[in-house]
């Protein structure tokens, strides 16, 4: 059975270019910094983002976390989104590994504003922890992309107070292909960012952290810390390779199938959504139904072959287009989500 699989981007395969590169690669000690595939991975992500340097890092979670560790010590504070992944998905780690204080801000639809951000930020007061640190995201977790205005807005504010702007950017590329720019142009609105290459971009794991070298050397440092030396990663470097310069060309392929996925879901009754909210790879849609039945959702389409996450909320659910889901595909779902709700 050939699986339909929406709950992520991040369940790409390899393409077959990938694994060919993978078994042929260069390698070498890279805690030594001598493997040659991982050297040219950090070299071209560095270059392509705009950035000094870069690190390869098993995940974008360590990526964060090294972010935060490299900028701060305990007691600082750290200004983000309370929807950001940082807050939600990355486990409490900010306080388990760095000692830092998390101040959340809300925004209509996460996009931040210029007026929460300068709220947050801590006075000189003697009582107050310092912010030290303001995290971004681009693309959001809610599949919206934030204004290059308002980065740069950000970025001008942060800059004029000496507090570092560190960009998640788990989907940086998908963000620059909804923007109409270059993730250069995204990345230049911070002092550091991370993107991922296993999520859209099809490598099997990793993902990058790019900033001034200054800041990758400590980065380095933290990332021994916690694990992270991988020796001969080049064999997962190697499809890094190929993330970067072919699977990047691509993502508007997904943009297009998510758009194509979202009008079709559109036309069901008991289905709705806002269509403007598609502006990657995510579908974000309610289910009119009793809450029962929408848990019960994933269960009946993984018996007709299709792979879905429960609700992310009530009766919300997210399908997320990807390099393995075709047009046929989509209007399989489209087909069997309507016999289920009806």
């Known amino acids: 059975m050939k699986w339909i699989d929406l709950r992520s981007d991040t369940v790409t395969m390899p393409t077959d270019e990938m694994r060919q590169a993978m078994a042929s690669a260069e390698l070498g000690d890279d805690v030594y910094g001598e493997d040659p595939t991982v050297c040219r991975l950090e070299a071209l992500?560095?270059?392509?983002?705009?950035?000094e340097a870069a690190l390869f890092l098993p995940s974008g979670t360590m990526g964060n976390q090294?972010?935060?560790?490299?900028?701060?010590?305990?007691?600082?504070?750290?200004?983000l989104g309370a929807s950001s992944h940082i807050v939600v998905h990355e486990v409490g780690a900010a306080a388990v590994l760095s000692g830092v204080m998390l101040r959340t801000f809300q925004c209509e639809n996460d996009i931040p504003d210029i007026e929460a951000i300068e709220a947050g930020i801590r006075s000189q007061d003697i009582h107050e922890p310092p912010t030290r640190l303001i995290c971004l995201e681009n693309a959001l977790a809610n599949g919206r992309v934030v204004p290059l205005a308002r980065m740069k807005e950000i970025y001008a504010v942060a800059q004029e107070q000496g507090i570092?702007?560190?960009?998640?950017?788990?989907?940086?590329?998908?963000?620059?292909?909804?923007?109409?720019?270059?993730?250069?142009d995204i990345a230049a609105c911070s002092d550091s960012v991370m993107f991922c290459l296993s999520k859209g971009l099809c490598s099997p794991v990793g993902s990058m952290l790019a900033g001034t070298g200054e800041f990758i050397a400590r980065?380095?440092?933290?990332?021994?810390?916690?694990?992270?030396?991988?020796?001969?990663?080049?064999?997962?470097?190697?499809?890094?390779?190929?993330?970067?310069?072919?699977?990047?060309?691509?993502l508007h392929e997904d943009?297009?199938?998510?758009r194509y996925l979202a009008a079709g879901l559109q036309t069901l009754e008991g289905i709705s959504l806002d269509p403007t909210a598609a502006q990657i790879n995510m579908v974000f849609f309610h289910v009119n139904r009793p809450k029962a039945f929408v848990d019960g959702l994933p269960a009946k389409m993984r018996e007709l072959g299709i792979k879905i996450n429960g609700p992310e909320s009530g009766t919300q659910l997210r399908f997320v287009a990807n390099r393995d889901v075709t047009k046929a595909d989509i209007d399989k779902v489209i087909d069997v989500m309507k016999t289920l709700i009806q």
Do not use: C, P, W
């Open 45 to 51: 992500a560095a270059e392509t983002v705009g950035k």
């Open 255 to 258: 943009h297009e199938n998510a």
């Open 219 to 250: 980065a380095r440092k933290n990332r021994k810390m916690l694990g992270g030396g991988m020796r001969q990663a080049g064999i997962l470097a190697a499809a890094g390779l190929i993330s970067l310069t072919t699977m990047t060309l691509r």
């Open 164 to 184: 570092k702007v560190h960009t998640d950017g788990a989907r940086l590329f998908n963000a620059a292909v909804a923007l109409g720019v270059t993730a250069a």
């Open 66 to 79: 090294v972010a935060i560790m490299s900028y701060t010590a305990r007691g600082d504070e750290v200004l």
